[in-house]
C-alpha cells in the first residue's frame, strides 16, 4: 500500500529512522527524509545507506522545532512517520528545556502542519518510558502514564497533543509506543552498544549502571515493521499501539547473554555516573503484544540472541567510530 505513497520521515538521520527509510524505499514509497541541519551535508546514519537509497530519496535539512519549515517538508504528503525527538535520559536531567522544545514543540508542529497540509496518516513515535514504574506487568496501553525523568514527561506531553488534535481536529494520527528498540546504528548512550562495544574492544565492563532494571527488547528491523503496518492498516486513526516482544531481560543478564554470544569471559564494575536518580529509575518494562497483533497484525520475529549477534557484527566492522572508554550520556 505504501508503494508510489509520498511519505515524510522526520528524524531520518536516526537509529530508527534510518533503517525505516531504507525499508520504505525497498517498498516503492517516495521518501522525503527529514534530517537535522548541519554545515556538512550531513544525513547521520543515511550516509551508511547504499548509494541506490540515498539516491531516491528527497532531503530536507532543517529542525522540527521551526513551524513554517515543518510546514513546507509536509507540503504534499500522504504518510507522516513522525519520529524525530531527543532520546536521551540522562541529558534530560540537564537540559530538560531543550526536551520540551524539541519532543513537544516539535511534535505540535508536525501535527498542525499534518492538518493544514491534510496528510492522509501520521505516525507518532511515543515511548515505554512513559509509564514510569508500572503498577502492574505487562504493561497494557491503558495503563496510568508516569512522568519519572524529564524525558519521559516531554513524552507524555507529545502523545497527549496528538490525543487533542485526533479529537479535536480529526487528524488521522496513530501512536506507536516502541518499547526497547536495539540494533545497528544505535548509540553508545544505550546500555546494550555500550555493552558491546567494551567486550568487543577486549576490556572489562565499566560503563553500567544498575544491573537490576529489566527492559523489553526489540530488535530494529521488527520496530520498522510495527511503523509499516500503522501506516498500511486502515481505521485505525486515533489509537495508540505498543510494540514489544513481552519478554524481558535485566541489564545484568543482558551483559551476561552479550558474553556468550560474543564467546568472551569478562566481569562488570557498575559506573555512579550511569545510574539513575532512584525516583526516576523505572526497574521493569514489558509489553503485552496482543493489541499490535490484533490491530496491525504484527508481531516480532527476531529472538535476542540473533538481534545481538547482528548488532554485535555490526559493531565489529565499525569499532573505530566509538569510544570504549567515555560514557556517553
Not at 534530560?92 to 513537544?104: G, L, P, Q
Not at 501512536?175 to 544505550?190: E, H, K, V
Not at 537490576?212 to 503496518?229: A, I, K, N, Q, Y
Request: hydrophobic fraction near 40%; charge should be negative.
Amino acid at each position: 500500500m505504501l508503494k508510489g505513497q509520498k511519505v515524510l520521515v522526520t528524524g531520518a538521520d536516526g537509529f530508527i529512522g534510518s533503517h525505516l527509510v531504507e525499508r520504505l524505499v525497498e517498498l516503492g514509497a517516495q521518501v522525503r527524509a527529514f534530517c537535522l541541519y548541519n554545515s556538512n551535508g550531513s544525513l547521520g546514519w543515511l550516509d551508511e545507506a547504499s548509494p541506490e537509497v540515498r539516491a531516491s530519496i528527497e532531503r530536507r535539512l532543517g529542525d522540527i522545532r521551526d513551524a513554517r519549515f515543518v510546514e513546507e517538508a509536509c507540503k504534499g504528503i500522504d504518510v507522516v512517520f513522525h519520529l524525530a525527538a531527543l532520546i536521551a535520559i540522562p541529558y534530560s536531567y540537564r537540559a530538560a528545556e531543550s526536551y520540551v522544545d524539541t519532543n513537544v514543540k516539535g511534535t505540535l508542529n508536525v501535527l498542525e502542519a499534518a492538518r493544514r497540509q491534510g496528510c492522509k496518516r501520521v505516525v507518532h513515535t511515543s515511548t515505554s518510558e512513559v509509564y514510569g514504574t508500572p503498577a502492574s506487568v505487562p504493561i497494557r496501553e491503558s495503563h496510568p502514564l508516569q512522568g519519572q525523568s524529564p524525558y519521559s514527561a516531554s513524552k507524555i506531553a507529545a502523545d497527549k497533543l496528538c490525543e487533542a488534535y485526533h479529537c479535536s481536529f480529526d487528524v488521522p494520527v496513530v501512536t506507536l509506543r516502541p518499547f526497547n528498540t536495539y540494533g545497528p546504528r544505535q548509540s553508545m548512550r544505550a546500555v546494550l552498544p555500550t555493552i558491546l562495544v567494551q567486550l568487543l574492544s577486549g576490556r572489562r565492563v565499566v560503563h553500567l549502571g544498575n544491573l537490576d532494571p529489566r527492559r523489553d527488547l526489540t530488535f530494529v528491523s521488527d520496530t520498522v515493521e510495527g511503523f509499516v503496518c500503522a501506516a498500511e492498516t486502515g481505521g485505525i486513526e486515533g489509537e495508540l499501539i505498543q510494540l514489544g516482544t513481552g519478554r524481558t531481560v535485566s541489564i545484568g543478564e543482558l551483559f551476561e547473554t552479550a558474553c556468550r554470544a560474543l564467546g568472551v569471559d569478562a566481569r562488570v564494575e557498575v559506573d555512579e555516573g550511569r545510574v539513575r536518580p532512584g525516583k526516576s529509575e523505572v526497574m521493569v518494562l514489558v509489553s503485552d503484544p496482543a493489541r499490535a497483533k490484533d490491530l496491525l497484525g504484527w508481531a516480532p520475529s527476531v529472538e535476542l540472541e540473533h538481534g545481538l549477534a547482528k548488532t554485535a557484527a555490526w559493531l565489529k566492522e565499525r569499532h573505530d567510530l566509538f569510544d570504549p572508554d567515555r560514557y556517553h550520556v
